[in-house]
């Protein structure tokens, strides 16, 4: 596939810019005049231009992030060619992979750049993984003549989005025909010619199918041209996973624990390992990473191959029940960090510790269950989030589905501080004791925990609920010879002619969906 490719454009554009801000920050932290003085240990406040060049660095690395992160792992599935059996099946473990090394990456800046900057200094700290983008940079200009740049076959998807739903809105009060058949579509010649996808009507947001009645259908004066059910599914496609987006928010936030409340817990606990070393609190969500990248091989390994032979589905199991897997070990983790929540209250009151610097008699390693198990839930959840956001995202609209991904991760960090901010006050006040109070010692983290297992548990119902109503998409292309690439083709709808490949197939809405 050879065209007009706008992730290829956003990764090397983005790449450089956020190569260039990690240079700035290298400077930052390693040239004299840009960073504070300081003497016996004790610093000097920086000057305005310190501090402005300082931020300046953060935001191009920001911007460069921003740009990259939603592209590259798209670009990297649309290596796959969807019309070649044997890549596609390698496509639906790309992203379990392209994770893995994510992760691992992750896992090397916690444990060896953490002690650089500390021990060896902040620019070398901050130069090593700066060396590690130029050098990746250098490898992607290298690989350019062999990448597949996927042809953009629509001008402007996005405004595709709009149309339908102004037209729909404008249609509101049309009665929408009971046969999908006669709403308004091009020839499968035109998808044919194109080697555009068509996208099969599907029973989700009926109320979006007006925006595709045939102007025969009208009996009205109206000059405004119908939507194919291809752009309307497209739409619906959007507002599904907008749907799913929304069940996903209390994860994300239960995730973003592992960086706050329970490294608060563990800077209470002993941390004591052999007679000298202590294990610094923020260290066990080292945990998270190295259980993921224990769990990921096995996940694609063993676990798909088992399931395959039980579900004939090409992924093992589909994707919103990997989601749904994914939220119940969430749960679980959220559980256990409770239950340990409650023992470490109890050997606090046996104790008689009042006092936020006291450590209470009680291993740290109490919490490695609840770190280990929220990595293995990101096998199912995370990677299965980033798959179904691409795999379901309409065609030409990839990098948005990625976007949901990550923006979803965002959301869930904001809402987090959200939630803390509000208990803290509403627990509080008048004199109350605050459940997330100072001093963790003298708090009720355990009721929050509980607050926050039933709102996981309320959101796991709202997600079934949501994977109830959502239909996987059906869409097809012509490849010249008329076979399926998947045995759910035989069943699913049937192309016109003949002679369509059928790529992703679900007649009608299931409990987790059934597709491949």
């Known amino acids: ?35 504070p003085t300081c003497e016996n240990g ?31 792992s798209t670009f990297g599935a649309d290596q796959f060619d969807d019309f070649n059996p044997d890549e596609k099946k390698l496509k639906a473990s790309f992203f379990n992979w392209w994770m893995f090394s994510a992760f691992t990456g992750a896992l090397f800046a916690t444990l060896g750049l953490v002690y650089i900057q500390e021990n060896l200094g902040w620019g070398l700290g901050y130069g090593i993984p700066t060396v590690g983008i130029i050098f990746s940079l250098i490898i992607f200009y290298v690989g350019t003549p062999t990448y597949r740049h996927k042809v953009r076959r629509a001008t402007r998807p996005a405004g595709d989005f709009l149309r339908v739903v102004s037209t729909a809105f404008a249609n509101a009060r049309l009665r929408v ?5 006669e709403l308004y579509e091009l020839d499968q010649q035109y998808y044919v010619s194109t080697r555009k996808r068509r996208v099969h009507h599907s029973p989700m947001f009926r109320f979006l199918d007006t925006a595709a009645i045939k102007k025969d259908n009208v009996n009205s004066t109206t000059t405004r041209q119908p939507c194919t059910v291809t752009q309307v599914e497209g739409t619906k496609l959007v507002l599904g996973m907008a749907m799913i987006w929304v069940v996903t928010l209390i994860p994300s936030t239960i995730w973003a624990q592992i960086n706050t409340l329970f ?53 093992g199991i589909t994707m919103l029940t990997r989601l749904g897997i994914g939220f119940l070990i969430q749960i679980l983790a959220i559980a256990i960090a409770y239950l340990v929540e409650v023992k470490r209250m109890r050997v606090i009151v046996a104790h008689g510790i009042t006092r936020g610097g006291e450590v209470v008699p009680m291993s740290i390693f109490n919490l ?82 509980g607050f926050l297992l039933l709102l996981s548990a309320v959101n796991l ?9 959502y239909v996987y998409k059906v869409e097809s292309a012509a490849e010249g010879g008329g076979g399926c690439n998947n045995k759910e083709a035989a069943a699913g709808a049937q192309l016109e002619g003949g002679k369509g490949l059928l790529l992703d197939v679900v007649p009608t809405a299931a409990p987790l969906g059934l597709q491949v």
Not at 14 to 28: P, R
Not at 51 to 59: D, E, H, K, P, V
Not at 270 to 290: C, E, H, K, M, N
Not at 462 to 467: M, N, Q, T, V
């Open 461 to 469: 119902g709202a997600f079934l609920l949501a994977s109830r109503k």
């Open 263 to 315: 490294v608060k817990q563990g800077t209470t606990l002993d941390r004591r390992v052999g007679p000298t070393f202590q294990i610094p609190a923020a260290s066990l969500g080292g945990f998270v990473t190295l259980s993921m990248l224990i769990s990921v091989p096995m996940y694609d390994r063993y676990f798909v191959p088992f399931m395959q032979r039980r579900t004939q589905n090409p992924r």
């Open 368 to 449: 490695l269950p609840q770190y280990v198990l929220l990595g293995v839930a990101d096998v199912f959840n995370a990677i299965g989030l980033l798959e179904f956001f691409y795999d379901q995202s309409p065609e030409d609209m990839q990098s948005l589905g990625t976007t949901f991904f990550t923006s979803g991760i965002g959301v869930g960090n904001f809402l987090n501080s959200f939630l803390v901010t509000v208990v803290d006050k509403v627990t509080g006040r008048n004199g109350g004791k605050s459940w997330i109070g100072k001093n963790v010692n003298d708090s009720h983290l355990d009721y929050y925990y």
């Open 1 to 35: 596939m050879v065209g007009f490719d706008v992730s290829s454009i956003c990764n090397n554009d983005f790449s450089k810019k956020k190569n260039q801000g990690m240079v700035l920050l290298t400077m930052a932290v390693s040239i004299k005049f840009l960073k």
């Open 42 to 72: 004790v610093c000097n406040k920086a000057s305005t231009t310190q501090i402005a060049f300082f931020y300046t660095s953060l935001y191009t690395i920001a911007m460069g992030a921003g740009g990259t992160k939603p592209n590259i």
């Open 177 to 181: 025909p009971s046969d999908s058949s």
